[in-house]
């Protein structure tokens, strides 16, 4: 003879085991995790000569580690006055970013063409980054402070070597 023992979870009990679950999957999620990927702003110095309008975009995630690339493109115009024309400045960028939320530590490495004919002007230029962004998770306003020292190899001056020249920058827009 077998027993007739059938066990049933009561419904607040199993109702409650799956809220649990949907508590549970929902702190997978890391606070600091974008879902503004996409970012325009106004850059100020850092890798153009002068001023360059930027937009990036991050291509990777994981827990506090981000990383994107950056196009940008800038002129001389209205800032240099003892330059021989005015010529437009493509600055390139691969950058990464760590930070739980809204502040981060950015870095990056870069490459920057200036587009001028003139022969006394560097043409090419190579920077390194390293500064604070301050970008909301879901997007909204974006600001950038950053040390960029610039290499090139196209010194022209008496010293062996290649130049390192210390540049800042100061970028503000919006991530979306």
Excluded: C, W
Excluded at 25 to 31: L, T
């Amino acid at each position: 003879m077998r027993p007739n023992h059938t066990f049933r979870l009561p419904y607040p009990l199993l109702l409650a085991g799956l809220l649990l679950l949907a508590l549970q999957a929902r702190a997978q999620r890391h606070p600091g995790t974008f879902s503004a990927m996409n970012a325009y702003y106004l850059e100020m110095g850092g890798n153009s000569d002068t001023y360059s309008l930027n937009f990036d975009r991050l291509l990777y995630q994981y827990y506090n580690f981000k990383a994107g690339v950056r196009a940008g493109i800038g002129t001389n115009l209205f800032f240099q006055e003892g330059e021989p024309g005015v010529y437009p400045v493509v600055p390139l960028e691969v950058l990464g970013m760590v930070g739980g939320t809204q502040n981060h530590v950015e870095f990056g490495l870069g490459y920057t063409r200036r587009f001028t004919g003139d022969p006394d002007l560097l043409h090419n230029m190579y920077f390194a980054r390293v500064g604070l962004r301050y970008q909301h998770p879901q997007g909204g306003l974006l600001v950038r402070l950053a040390v960029t020292p610039f290499i090139s190899p196209e010194n022209d001056s008496g010293t062996p070597g290649v130049a390192v020249v210390p540049r800042f920058g100061l970028s503000v827009g919006r991530s979306f």
